[in-house]
């Protein structure tokens, strides 16, 4: 159900008056990738005043996030790992992104250690999960807030008795801002970065972006080593994994299928441009065909192969695999595509 329609359990929540029809569940998370179980976790009882506190807090960050737009007034989107969504909810579907993604793998292994409740060390705990259960639904909200720990540079001290007292038990913040929740199919995603390590997501992206890399210079038009080594090395940045991870799999087979084709018509474009002398129309034609013309450049057009040397710029090339140049309908103008939303 779309969290916007009516009848979702945020909405619900959003519209009561007495906030304390909702009944409210604590567990203290532990991550530790070198562990078969992977997480750890402990539901913890907490005082009213901290019960009342949570309803209220939670409630009151849903409400910022809320527009004027009466037909959604959550703002969401769909998830994209290439791209923030400042001013958005970032909408994971489970069942689209399917049983083989880590993170829905992550997340059932995460809902068997909150059902196992087996953590008994709280000083490394690193998040938490808030849980509201009204009507039967149920939410999950995730707060990044550890344990609060005595360290070599630190300590943690408490005013009694007319001085300063090191404490030596856990202690814990609550509050703050929510880093996703998530429902029984989706997961909304308001911090990115909180989501991707909750869920080791960004090993996933390197995984991915590794992968389409590899099957991209596999192709027949990286025709020498020493081209396909240079391409990923310059491909291989942390800043270009997202846009590589995102490639779709249809993508990538319609760049082997259509390869011959797009180089024909890019062959024309260069003969074009090339015939024309005067300095100013020549300048005006390259503004108009914009990444077209870098991306000419990496064309070997005699053998239809790619050019790459080891200092040149992998973005045009890499824009081209993502299907990401196009013709704006409006000016005829080419332009780089930063995204799908």
Do not use: W
């Not at 604590?26 to 506190?53: C, G, T």
């Not at 846009?243 to 993508?251: C, M, Q, V, W």
Request: net charge neutral.
């Amino acid at each position: 159900m779309p969290v916007n329609a009516k009848t979702h359990v945020v909405n619900q929540m959003l519209e009561l008056d007495d906030l304390s029809k909702i009944d409210i569940g604590v567990h203290l998370i532990v991550r530790d990738k070198n562990k078969e179980d992977y997480y750890f976790s402990r539901s913890v009882e907490v005082e009213e005043k901290i019960k009342i506190f949570l309803r209220d807090h939670i409630r009151s960050q849903l409400l910022l996030l809320k527009n004027d737009d009466m037909n959604e007034p959550l703002p969401v989107k769909e998830y994209n790992q290439e791209l923030a969504l400042p001013d958005y909810m970032a909408r994971f579907n489970l069942k689209k992104f399917g049983e083989e993604n880590k993170a829905v793998k992550n997340l059932k292994l995460l809902n068997k250690a909150m059902a196992k409740d087996a953590l008994e060390d709280l000083s490394k705990v690193k998040f938490q999960i808030i849980t509201l259960i009204y009507g039967g639904k149920k939410l999950s909200f995730c707060f990044y807030r550890g344990t609060k720990k005595n360290a070599k540079t630190i300590k943690v001290a408490m005013f009694t008795s007319k001085e300063f007292k090191e404490i030596k038990s856990e202690m814990i913040e609550f509050g703050g801002k929510i880093a996703f929740f998530m429902d029984d199919t989706d997961l909304y995603i308001i911090d990115p970065k909180s989501f991707e390590y909750a869920f080791d997501y960004r090993d996933h992206i390197s995984e991915i972006s590794g992968e389409n890399l590899e099957k991209i210079t596999s192709m027949k038009f990286f025709t020498d080593e020493e081209t396909r080594d240079n391409f990923k090395n310059a491909s291989s940045h942390h800043l270009l994994a997202r846009g590589l991870a995102n490639i779709k799999p249809e993508t990538l087979k319609n760049v082997g299928k259509h390869f011959g084709n797009r180089i024909e018509e890019l062959r024309k474009i260069k003969t074009e441009r090339d015939k024309i002398k005067d300095k100013e129309k020549k300048k005006l034609f390259e503004s108009k065909m914009g990444e077209l013309n870098n991306l000419i450049d990496c064309i070997d057009f005699k053998n239809n192969s790619i050019i790459f040397n080891e200092q040149d710029d992998p973005k045009p090339l890499l824009h081209f695999f993502q299907d990401k140049i196009v013709e704006s309908f409006l000016t005829k103008e080419i332009r780089v595509m930063i995204g799908l939303q």
